[in-house]
Nanobody, 115 residues
Framework: QVQLVESGGGLVQPGGSLRLSCAASGIIFRFAAMGWYRQAPGKQRELVAAITSDGITNYVESVKGRFTISRDNAKNTVYLQMNSLKPEDTAVYYC?????????WGQGTQVTVSS
């Protein structure tokens, strides 16, 4: 049974930082492409950052230079370091594992950026 468990969300002031974690179980993690998505109220879910099994990363333009995705295959965990947070980063953040032909999602963690 595949499980993705996100943690690290919360309330932070503009300009602050958070680090999200996503711990995976039930899959061969090192072969999975991992991604962080977010969904704000009334908006579609969007890809924020992704990392391949080889460690190649890509980011949505709005977070480039502020967010960093990384993975630790020994811990079956993917991270999203978020710096210089803005109110528009407020959303529920979801972790996704892609191990073809399947996609697996976590339950999400709320990130709120507000003063």
């Amino acid at each position: 049974q595949v499980q993705l468990v996100e943690s690290g969300g919360g309330l932070v002031q503009p300009g602050g930082s958070l680090r999200l974690s996503c711990a995976a179980s039930g899959i061969i993690f090192r072969f999975a492409a991992m991604g962080w998505y977010r969904q704000a109220p009334g908006k579609q879910r969007e890809l924020v950052a992704a990392i391949t099994s080889d460690g190649i990363t890509n980011y949505v333009e709005s977070v480039k230079g502020r967010f960093t995705i990384s993975r630790d295959n020994a811990k079956n965990t993917v991270y999203l370091q978020m710096n210089s947070l803005k109110p528009e980063d407020t959303a529920v953040y979801y972790c996704k594992a892609r191990l073809l032909p399947n996609n697996y999602w976590g339950q999400g963690t709320q990130v709120t950026v507000s003063s």
